[in-house]
C-alpha cells in the first residue's frame, strides 16, 4: 500500500531549503526509496511550507528514515524552520488521476465498445489527432469518429493497456492491439488472418477534455501481417 508523509512547517529560508534537499537527493542516490516529493507555499503565509513524500509502501519509508543521509538532512533541515515541523503519516487508501481516468474512458467506451455517444462528453470539439496510418492529420469529433469507425470495421479487436505514464496534461499508454481482419480495410479485402501489434499513444487533456492525441505504430508491419506487401 502507497504511504504518504506531510510535513508542515514555518521557514523563511526556503532557498536553503531547496539546497539541502538537491544535496540529499545527490547523496542519497541508490539509497532512498522517496517516488515521489511535492513541495507546496501557502498562499496566505509565504512562510508557510507543506511536504508531500511518497513510498511504495510504509516498510519502504523506514528503510529510508533509517538512512544516515536521512537523519542528518532531518537535522539540518530543523536548524532552517521556525520550530519543530510537524509529521502526518497516511496510508493511501485512493489514488486516482483524472486524466488518467479521462484517457481509460477513450479506449474503454469508444475504442473497445464503439460507444461514439461518448466522444462529446470527453473530447473537445477541436481534437487534434496525429496517426501516422493518415496522410493529414485530423481535427474534431467526425475525424475521430471516421477512425473508430474504420477500425472496427476492419477487425474484431481487443486492445490492451500495459503501462500508463501521467505528467502534467499528458496520459501517455503502451498497449497490445490484437485484431482478426474482418471488413475491407484501407482498401484491402478481408483475409480472416489475426494481426498483433503494439503501440504508443500520448493524449493531451486541457479543462477535462482530450484536446490532442499521438499515435505511434507499426503501420507497415500491419500491412505485412495482412499479405498487403
Not at 537535522?75 to 502526518?88: K, R
Request: net charge negative.
Amino acid at each position: 500500500m502507497t504511504f504518504v508523509q506531510i510535513i508542515d512547517y514555518k521557514t523563511s529560508r526556503q532557498d536553503d531549503l531547496n539546497q539541502l534537499l538537491d544535496r540529499y537527493v545527490s547523496q542519497s542516490q541508490g539509497k532512498r526509496t522517496v517516488t515521489h516529493s511535492i513541495v507546496g507555499k501557502d498562499r496566505e503565509n509565504e512562510n508557510h511550507y507543506v511536504d508531500v513524500v511518497e513510498f511504495p509502501s510504509y516498510e519502504e519509508a523506514m528503510k529510508n528514515s533509517h538512512l544516515p543521509e536521512t537523519d542528518k538532512m532531518f537535522q539540518e533541515m530543523v536548524a532552517l524552520c521556525d520550530g519543530m515541523p510537524s509529521f502526518t503519516n497516511l496510508d493511501v487508501v485512493r489514488d486516482e488521476n483524472l486524466n488518467t481516468m479521462l484517457v481509460n474512458r477513450m479506449y474503454d467506451e469508444i475504442v473497445m465498445k464503439g460507444d461514439m455517444s461518448v466522444i462529446p462528453e470527453i473530447v473537445a470539439s477541436d481534437y487534434h489527432d496525429h496517426d501516422i496510418s493518415n496522410p493529414e492529420d485530423k481535427i474534431g469529433h467526425a475525424g475521430m469518429r471516421e477512425d473508430v469507425e474504420q477500425w472496427r470495421g476492419g477487425f474484431d479487436f481487443t486492445f490492451t493497456r500495459d503501462a500508463q505514464m501521467a505528467q502534467d496534461d499528458y496520459v501517455t499508454t503502451l498497449w497490445t492491439w490484437k485484431g482478426k481482419h474482418k471488413g475491407e480495410f484501407m482498401g484491402i479485402a478481408p483475409t480472416g488472418k489475426t494481426c498483433t501489434m503494439t503501440g504508443t499513444t500520448v493524449f493531451r487533456c486541457e479543462d477535462g477534455m482530450i484536446k490532442e492525441g499521438w499515435w505511434h505504430y507499426d503501420a507497415m508491419g500491419l500491412m505485412r501481417q495482412l499479405g498487403a506487401m
